[in-house]
């Protein structure tokens, strides 16, 4: 991304030498992200984030009597996205998972109305990284001639996406969820797929996202893109999920009471969602902090809010329980040696907080 600050910094919308240059590497970007999921160039807008490119999937949802399916358990960029929409008339149903955080098709197909105009399902959930049954929920849509959009933001560069196989019509994506920058990402748009753009002025992106774009980000993005494509073709998702089933397994020999979130459903290979019966999440956050460990609880989004997360009562936990919970995200650079620092200092965390807990203490 470097030159693309300091020295090739050329608007891709001039005519002249530099312009040309940018054009020349927006284009290849474009095509390392089509090459990702499966799409053809032409298909992919780029946007600043997958924020913008869950909300311009669903700009045309905003009409009176207009029907969406939803599940309860997106992330907030969908799900206030369309508590809007229904302030401008739609109409909203939000299908609840079961306890192991998957959506089931068969709720997705009764919830179809003559009215319904999307579905919006996420392929892994970003706080337990379950993987939602994209492909049976795009055959049932286009049973029903219903358009289909899936947030892929957690599940890009860490398991294979075949946007032709799954038959979706729109597919968010995000730089900064597979190691590429903050602040870029792309929406796939199906060709002679229509969307309503939220962004008004010049014709970038061909009329669907207005806006110079943002060079050295969209470089970064596509060799992001470009390198999660080797990472999965070498197979080496599984070494991560490894990594992944140490960290729990070490966790579930060392501390009692304690539950994975999702274990029973297929998962994205980074992602690990634990509760810690009788602590708080937000303690526990705060003394993994200070041993040099960063977990989260929930979505690093809502980390401000005392709510417990949205996610996990949907999956059924009671609030103590949601709140107890916290989030621990592997990268595609964790070492073994890291997982097992990890395993050096989470034990004893826990252990601190439950002698000072009430909750823990008057239990046992
Ligand atoms: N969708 C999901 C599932 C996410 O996890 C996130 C971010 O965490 C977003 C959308 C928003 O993406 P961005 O932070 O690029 O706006």
Redesign the pocket.
């Known amino acids: 991304m470097a030159p693309f600050f300091a020295e090739r910094f050329g608007n891709a919308s001039s005519m002249h030498a530099q312009g040309v240059q940018a054009r020349a590497a927006v284009d290849e970007a474009r095509a390392q992200v089509a090459r990702l999921i499966g799409a053809t160039p032409d298909e992919i807008v780029f946007t600043s984030?997958?924020?913008?490119g869950?909300n311009l999937a669903l700009s045309g949802t905003g009409a009176p009597g207009c029907h969406v399916i939803t599940s309860a358990i997106e992330?907030h960029?969908?799900l206030d996205t369309l508590r809007w929409s229904e302030t401008a008339g739609a109409r909203v149903t939000r299908i609840r998972p079961d306890r192991s955080g998957r959506v089931d098709p068969a709720d997705v197909r009764a919830a179809l109305t003559p009215a319904t105009r999307l579905i919006s399902i996420?392929m892994a959930n970003?706080e337990t990284g379950v993987l939602q049954p994209v492909e049976e929920i795009g055959r049932i849509a286009a049973e029903a001639d219903v358009a289909f959009h899936i947030?892929a933001?957690?599940a890009a560069g860490k398991v294979p996406i075949d946007v032709r196989r799954i038959r979706c019509d729109a597919l968010?994506l995000?730089?900064?969820?597979m190691h590429g920058p903050?602040g870029v990402?792309a929406l796939f748009i199906r060709s002679g797929t229509q969307v309503r753009p939220i962004l008004h002025g010049g014709s970038q992106e061909r009329g669907r996202r207005a806006g110079t774009e943002n060079l050295a980000a969209i470089v970064g993005f596509g060799v992001a893109a470009a390198h999660a494509v080797e990472w999965l073709a070498e197979g080496r998702a599984r070494g991560l999920e490894a990594l992944r089933d140490r960290l729990e397994a070490g966790i579930r020999a060392a501390v009692p009471a304690v539950q994975v979130n999702g274990a029973d459903a297929p998962r994205v290979p980074n992602t690990s969602n634990i509760s810690f019966d009788g602590i708080a999440g937000r303690a526990l956050v705060v003394a993994l902090d200070d041993a040099g460990v960063c977990v989260s609880t929930g979505?690093?989004?809502s980390s401000g809010s005392a709510e417990p997360p949205h996610v996990l009562l949907a999956m059924g936990l009671l609030p103590i329980q949601a709140h107890s919970a916290i989030r621990l995200s592997l990268g595609k650079r964790t070492t073994a040696d890291q997982i097992d620092f990890v395993l050096s200092r989470l034990p004893e965390a826990v252990g601190r907080l439950r002698e000072m807990s009430p909750l823990w203490t008057n239990r046992h």
Do not use: F, P, R, Y
Not at 49 to 52: D, S
């Open positions: 984030g997958g924020t913008e869950d992330h960029a969908i996420m970003n947030d933001v957690q968010t995000s730089g900064h969820k903050q990402g979505s690093a989004c």
